[in-house]
């Protein structure tokens, strides 16, 4: 498949340049270096996103800084429920009066929320002082983008509808040195009904393989042992490629990376989750012991009206499956509470499922109506006192169930990749067990990035307090 454009990776390199002069020459008028703020809301593809983002303006000459108040101040936003939109509205107020003092600064904005023709409407009428608003599908044009918005004045706004192009090697900022997110495919086909994905970030479209293990392997030439392999329905990997190649093959070939130590990836979607998968999951030594299956509903009513492609037994049935052959897996998953039409029985069955699979640990949403999406205009919205009672039933199922899950490790010992200095106590420090599960630990921060094994000797919900084992 022919969409890859090194073309266009060129053109943004001769941008880069040319940022770096400009930028040079506003850092040296101002006498001091120019600042960056980048903020990410909603998901994992997002923080991918965002260090690719950050990958430029480090290029270029900027550095970061916690404060918004800096020269460069970006929100990649998210909209996957209403309230994910209404912060930045909020927040956009706050980034007004630090402009108001500082007239040079930009303000730009982008992510799926900007791929909604209501929101660019909304900003060109009331946040004319947003001065670069990009999309989901030409972020690969920031560079461009930001020089152009340097050397001009008023708002400039680059939405495109989709593309199938995909743009590689084009510089990163990893938050991590020793972990990393790796997009295999972007976009999404699925319209489940509820979903505004599809519609802000097109359609799906995989990476080819050897760039997918060129990437892993100078990552982990770079100090990187566990990846996190992203999409928006992983299962579904390499349709349309002119390979012979899906989701378990890709992984059996990253599996062969020496030196790479863990293997995540994330979203599976289960109408898609295939028993080669099961296979692979079962006989690698790097795939994390964990897998994050979105159940949205367990009513098999209210999953065909969500468009999901499966029933409730399908979801059991599979679990099963992955169970036989992976018997220790830690899964998670999404619940949607309150869909169009939910009745008491279609949510005691979404009940019924968290109990019978024991969920180490759940996210829960209430149903946010996305304009566009055909739940939206579906009758029978649910009454919000329904959906906060039913919502408040199913997350005290849920932690008395993952706190159950979480227990019956407590005692055993673990790898841990360790991760961070505890944030409120310094003499701890957190890393996680392939489950995904925290831990916190004695130890000093000359351990981060190190995997360790670890004794937990206490559970305390939804982390564990543990000792580490030299
Ligand atoms: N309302 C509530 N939750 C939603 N999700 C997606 N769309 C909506 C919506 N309209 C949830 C799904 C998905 C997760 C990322 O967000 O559970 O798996
Ligand atoms: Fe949304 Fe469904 Fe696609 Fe996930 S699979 S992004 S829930 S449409």
Redesign the pocket.
């Known amino acids: 498949m022919d969409n890859i454009n090194n073309n266009e990776t060129n053109r943004q390199y001769e941008y880069i340049d040319k940022l770096k002069e400009k930028v040079a020459e506003l850092s040296e008028s101002k006498g001091r270096q120019l600042t960056y703020n980048v903020t990410t809301f909603g998901?994992q593809m997002n923080a991918r996103d965002s260090e690719k983002l950050r990958g430029i303006l480090e290029q270029v000459g900027y550095v970061s800084t916690e404060d918004e108040n800096a020269d460069f101040c970006l929100y990649n936003t998210c909209t996957?429920?209403e309230n994910a939109n209404n912060k930045v509205y909020g927040r956009l107020g706050v980034l007004y009066s630090y402009k108001k003092r500082n007239p040079d600064m930009i303000i730009a904005l982008c992510g799926c929320m900007m791929q909604e023709e209501v929101v660019i409407n909304k900003i060109k009428e009331s946040y004319n002082f947003v001065d670069l608003i990009f999309g989901t599908h030409n972020i690969f044009k920031f560079a461009e983008l930001l020089y152009n918005t340097l050397i001009s004045h008023g708002q400039i706004i680059d939405i495109w509808e989709d593309t199938d192009k995909i743009v590689e090697k084009l510089p990163t900022s990893r938050k991590y040195s020793f972990k990393s997110g790796i997009n295999i495919m972007f976009g999404c086909n699925n319209f489940c009904s509820?979903?505004?994905v599809p519609y802000v970030r097109g359609r799906e479209r995989s990476r080819q393989p050897d760039e997918i293990i060129d990437e892993i392997t100078s990552l982990v030439a770079d100090g990187v042992k566990e990846i996190m392999l992203l999409g928006q329905n992983v299962n579904s990997y390499g349709k349309g490629l002119n390979e012979d190649i899906n989701f378990a093959k890709l992984l059996r070939r990253i599996e062969g990376i020496d030196g790479l130590k863990r293997i995540r990836f994330m979203?599976s979607h289960p109408k898609d989750l295939s028993d080669e998968l099961i296979d692979v999951m079962a006989s690698s030594s790097k795939i994390c012991n964990h897998l994050h299956l979105?159940l949205?509903s367990g009513s098999t009513d209210i999953l065909a009206k969500m468009n999901r492609h499966y029933t409730k037994e399908d979801y059991l049935a599979l679990v099963d499956r992955i169970r036989a052959k992976v018997p220790d897996i830690a899964l998670t998953t999404?619940?949607?509470v309150g869909f169009p039409g939910e009745s008491e029985e279609d949510f005691l069955e979404t009940m019924d499922v968290v109990k019978k699979v024991s969920f180490d640990s759940a996210?829960t949403?209430?149903?946010?109506k996305?304009t566009g999406t055909p739940a939206a205009a579906m009758d029978n919205q649910v009454p919000e006192d329904v959906i906060k009672d039913r919502f408040d039933r199913l997350l005290t199922v849920v932690q008395d169930i993952g706190r159950k899950q979480y227990d019956k490790l407590v005692g055993s010992t673990h790898s841990v990749l360790v991760e961070n200095v505890n944030e409120k106590d310094s003499t701890l420090m957190s890393g996680r067990l392939t489950n995904n599960a925290i831990v916190h630990f004695p130890g000093d921060k000359s351990l981060i990035g190190d995997i360790v094994n670890v004794t937990l000797n206490e559970c305390k919900g939804f982390y564990y307090i543990g000792t580490i084992n030299e």
């Not at 949403?365 to 946010?368: A, C, D, L, Q, T």
Request: charged share 15%.
């Open positions: 998901c996957v429920r509820y979903c505004i979203t979105p949205q999404d619940i949607i996210f949403f209430i149903y946010s996305r």
